[in-house]
């Protein structure tokens, strides 16, 4: 009974690697559904517009396949921008960690010898 309590303490512990996993898929998951909306609505917008511009000038579906075209190209524009922008904030993230990680080694280096002497 003992083992299944440390078992649960470790678990919920912030830096556990089990909880870590788990960010790192939820973010991974918000970071493509983010992807995904981007794309989306840039389409939605583009259709909207044309559709209201070929009711305003009678024409024939001309304007709004042109602004689906362009609502297309604005999302893929837009969304490879933005998981461009999320990739450099994670690997500026992994990189503090790297840094943070050293020097936390660091110090347990200095100490322990410290401890030595």
Do not use: C, W
């Not at 996993?21 to 517009?49: A, C, R």
Request: charged fraction near 25%; hydrophobic fraction near 40%.
């Amino acid at each position: 009974m003992h083992g299944t309590h440390n078992l649960g303490k470790r678990a919920d512990h912030p830096l556990s690697p089990r909880r870590t996993n788990i960010v790192k898929d939820i973010t991974k998951l918000s970071t493509f559904s983010s992807f995904g909306f981007i794309i989306i609505s840039n389409v939605l917008v583009g259709v909207i517009i044309g559709a209201f511009l070929d009711n305003v000038f009678g024409t024939k579906r001309i304007l709004l396949v042109i602004f689906l075209i362009l609502g297309i190209a604005s999302g893929l524009y837009n969304g490879f921008k933005y998981l461009l922008s999320e990739i450099r904030k994670l690997e500026a993230s992994g990189k503090d960690q790297q840094l943070q990680e050293r020097s936390t080694g660091d110090d347990r280096e200095e100490t322990g010898s410290s401890e030595r002497r």
